[in-house]
């Protein structure tokens, strides 16, 4: 994330109504977002859907953003809220699945990823497949953070920003995150002496 | 994993949040605790290959598609944007233009009237009702206006979107607007002239 001072005078002009400056913060910020839905959703309708859906909000609220913050930060915020909301969406909709099953006991679900195995597409090492796949068994609050930190390469104190928590707690989320990885990686017997990273 | 109360402790050192006196006490332990020392190998490949994570599949086309989902919401709240200045000239504008095209309209109909004969003009000015009737026509023509306006709006306004977004790079559109204002005004200027002149030459003689 960069060229914070020109997103600033973007969106100066936005609020003056000028459409192409709008258009070009757009331009800008659709990838980042539509990857963080991605990583989140598993699907790329969605994650579209994101992407348009936290745009029509900043615009909307686009004089209610604090000019003294990074724009990107308040972007990919609202994307980060739209995109748990429609986590706990499609969950609650499993589960009511799950309740009309003939044990009526809830188990844990684990969603599937609805999209082709990037890895494959792009021919990435083994160990970062398998991390992929991993990510997906993470909730969906250490997903966010493990995509924040090392795709959109925020440091800390964005990513509090961007969650709205404390910087211990950002710390304290992905040390939890990387400990579930390590975990469920010894776990499909994929063990350090085998990460040729 | 044989020091789970050091897992945090293992990052931190890795990613250069632990003190200074944390961190040689880490080291220190590390030289005698073999599973420690395998647990931060464990961590630092883990970490330098989060970063290699794949990425999302491409996107063909996502911005004309956000573009073209946002565009009428942009078009639906731009009013809402403008500052003072553009909202005083928008609506001054359309002021002056309304009352040039209702004053060449009300003109030309007076001098059309005028044309009808003298009889019936005649009769017009003098009697209240054939007045009435004659303002309820007019109220009717106006509305009817107003409707027609109401109809071609949003295909005004999409035609004008689809032109904006298809040569937006290539056409000044703010001269144009400019340009495309003074026309009109010109235009309307010519009208009321016509019809101005029109009643100089005597054209509504009949009626008196």
Redesign the interface.
């Known amino acids: 994330m960069h060229k914070t001072s020109d997103d600033l005078a973007l969106v100066r002009l936005g609020l003056k109504g000028d459409e192409r400056a709008f258009e070009e913060l757009v331009r800008r910020y659709e990838n980042a977002l539509y990857h963080l839905a991605w990583r989140m959703l598993r699907n790329d309708e969605e994650a579209r859907d994101v992407v348009q859906e936290a745009f029509l909000r900043v615009y909307r609220s686009l004089d209610t953003f604090d000019q003294s913050r990074k724009f990107s930060t308040w972007v990919l915020r609202i994307a980060t809220n739209l995109c748990i909301d429609r986590y706990r969406r499609r969950k609650v909709w499993l589960l009511s699945i799950d309740v009309d099953a003939e044990d009526e006991q809830r188990r844990p679900i684990v969603l599937v990823d609805q999209g082709p195995d990037p890895a494959a597409v792009h021919g990435k090492t083994s160990l970062a497949r398998s991390l992929d796949r991993m990510t997906q068994r993470l909730p969906p609050i250490y997903r966010t953070i493990i995509e924040l930190r090392y795709k959109q390469s925020l440091a800390y104190e964005e990513i509090a920003e961007v969650l709205d928590v404390p910087l211990g707690t950002v710390k304290a989320r992905l040390h939890r995150a990387h400990r579930h990885l390590k975990d469920l990686l010894s776990e499909a017997g994929i063990g350090p002496e085998a990460w040729d990273a | 994993m044989a020091c789970p109360q050091r897992?945090?402790a293992l990052?931190?050192y890795l990613s250069g949040?632990l003190p200074p006196v944390a961190a040689r006490e880490l080291e220190a332990h590390l030289e005698s605790c073999a599973d420690c020392a395998?647990?931060l190998?464990?961590?630092r490949?883990?970490?330098?290959?989060?970063?290699?994570?794949?990425?999302?599949?491409p996107?063909p086309g996502?911005?004309r598609?956000?573009?073209a989902?946002?565009r009428p919401?942009?078009v639906k709240?731009?009013h809402r944007?403008?500052?003072r200045t553009?909202l005083v000239m928008r609506r001054g504008l359309s002021a002056v233009l309304a009352g040039a095209f209702a004053l060449s309209l009300s003109v030309a109909l007076w001098g059309w009237m005028g044309r009808i004969g003298s009889v019936a003009t005649a009769r017009f000015s003098r009697d209240l009702v054939g007045l009435w009737k004659s303002a309820q026509e007019l109220w009717q023509l106006v509305r009817l206006f107003g409707d027609v306006l109401r109809t071609l709006e949003p295909a005004a306004l999409g035609l004008w979107e689809a032109l904006r977004s298809s040569a937006?790079p290539l056409v000044p559109w703010g001269p144009l607007i400019l340009a495309s204002y003074a026309a009109v005004a010109v235009l309307g200027g010519w009208l009321c002239w016509r019809a101005f002149h029109a009643l100089k030459e005597g054209d509504l003689s009949h009626a008196s």
Do not use: N
Not at chain 2, 45 to 57: H, K, V
């Open positions: 897992q945090r990052q931190e949040d395998r647990d190998a464990a961590y490949r883990l970490m330098a290959a989060l970063s290699e994570l794949p990425d999302a599949p996107v996502l911005h598609d956000v573009m989902a946002l919401q942009l709240w731009r944007r403008e500052t553009q937006a």
